[in-house]
């Protein structure tokens, strides 16, 4: 689709300009002033222009359980989720549209969903993801989460003799899976694409991290992980390794600029210097973070190391929502209280370009996506600045990213389609998919959960509480 924005307002160096904007076959082709109509007229007057963000790490089936999950660490919150995750691939589809429509109603075009895969039905669960985000038009980077080892090694043993269970299928087989779905699916142009994406050092074996690079070197795929998200994960890589799993990763050559790592909460000096050097990217996911008691990830030592930074909700359950904007904004502010200098800081226009750029890069398409450029993709997002939420007129991307925008969005394209038209999408009925999420739930509180109570005690040994 042709199309030309006219009159939109668009941040510049110093403050903002008023411009047209011509778009062509899903291309920027101009950026300018009294440009002629091409194609569609979109009226951009008194709307803020942005590029549009990253929710660089989420698991979308999640969503199935936000809001229900009691305020528990990482390694029993999980074990809680585990327990209760009888899903079928209706589901999986619906909280696939669920998570990619709130991330674009929150400034999103593009999604990471770090799938969870129904056991069994791995291949299956793919293609339903797969159809939800063709069927919506998002952006989809779709990482199948694998794992070799059983939930019980995500544990560091401490002084127990704690024998972990062996995990149900062998390696090999798991990576032939994610090899059939790279195959079936990996189709950039048509935006979707595939992730090797290993769960993290908790869960798997170097074997498995080597398959994955294999495969990320021959079929050119991004990579993707969870890294040191909690204390207990800290403990368990110096057990397991001898060394930091930061250290262990890039030994073992999976650290990459193709490579992004969700949460970072626990690294030291020179595990920041390695993620530098070997320029990965660091996923922020800080409500995630504060849900979970994982941490502050210290991303204000990433930024001024060099490091890559971008932002995301995590899954829905640890969240317990997909609002891109309030990631971003507790991502920016949360730091002002780790770091003094107030100089050190992240503004508001730094958070866009991290959102943006930061995640285009951690996917290695910063020449296609992520800035308001001649040439690049139209991956678009424009603001209603008549909006309640954004008024009085102040600086439009400070109260954007400083405030609690509600139905902002006025406009959205990805890949030059509108998917979102004055508020309205163009590609799924709401109104059904509100009445599905309805009919398929119920009102519930969680009661005890089995798998908590059997590692509790020794999480709290080997936490030393
Ligand atoms: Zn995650």
Redesign the pocket.
Known sequence: MNFTIKQALIPVTEGYTTLDVQIVDGIITAIGENLDVIGTKINGKNKLLLPGFFNA???SSEMWQRGIIPPLPLELWIANLYDFTPLDTEQIYLSALGTGVETLLSGGTSVVD?LVLIPGKELETITTAVHAYQKLKIRAFIAPLIHDESLSASLPKGKSLLQYQSYFRPTAETLAILEEAIIKFHRPEAGINILVAPTGIQLCTDALFNGCSELSNRYHLCRHA?LL?TKSQEKLAQEKYGCSAVEHLHEIGFLNEKTSL??CVWLNDTDINILAQTKSTVVH?PL?NLRLGSGIAPILKYLQAGVNVTFAC??AC?NDGQDLLEAIKIGSILHNVTDFDYQTWINPRQAVEMASLGGAKGLGLEQQLGSLTVGKKADLVLYDLQSLSLLPRTDPIGLLILGRPVNAVNCVWVNGEQIIDNGQFTTVDIEQLKTELFNRSQWQIRGASPSVEQIESHYRQVMGL
């Open positions: 790490h989420t698991h770090h969870h998200e969700a949460h996911n995630s995590d899954g640890s």
